[in-house]
Each structure stands twice: as C-alpha cells, then as structure tokens.
C-alpha cells in the first residue's frame, strides 16, 4: 500500500511540476516500483507492529491474588 501510495505522489509530481512526457515517467516509476519495496521493508514491518499494538495492545494478566 506504501508503494502505490509513493507511486502516485511521484507520478503526480513528475507529471504535473516537472511537465516529464509520460513514457519517461512510466519508466521512471517502474524503476521506482522495483526499489521502493525491498528498501522501505524494514521500516513498513515497524509501522505495522506498532499499529498492531497501538490497536490490540497487550492482553492484561488476570491472575490469581494470594491473600
């Protein structure tokens, strides 16, 4: 999801301020497709875990109290 989300931000970039033609933007993006994934890996299995246990959380211990 990270990747088309980069995708299309680039994309709307080199198409709209840089005024690229859009073969070179195709290739450009293809290139970037390829990369993108293996180098943001890392950081996008961190982000999940954290929203994992942003969402889940922990489960709370519930044991038995000695008196």
């Known amino acids: ?9 680039v994309c709307m970039v080199w198409l709209v301020v840089f005024k690229a033609s859009y073969e070179t933007v195709l290739v ?3 290139i970037l497709a390829l990369l993108f ?6 950081h996008s ?4 875990l954290g929203f994992d246990y942003l969402v889940e959380s922990l489960p709370k211990y519930e044991g038995k109290r000695s008196n």
């Open 1 to 9: 999801m990270a990747t088309e989300f980069v995708i299309l931000v």
């Open 28 to 30: 450009g993006l293809f």
């Open 37 to 42: 994934p293996p180098a943001f890996y890392h």
């Open 45 to 48: 299995w961190s982000l999940w």
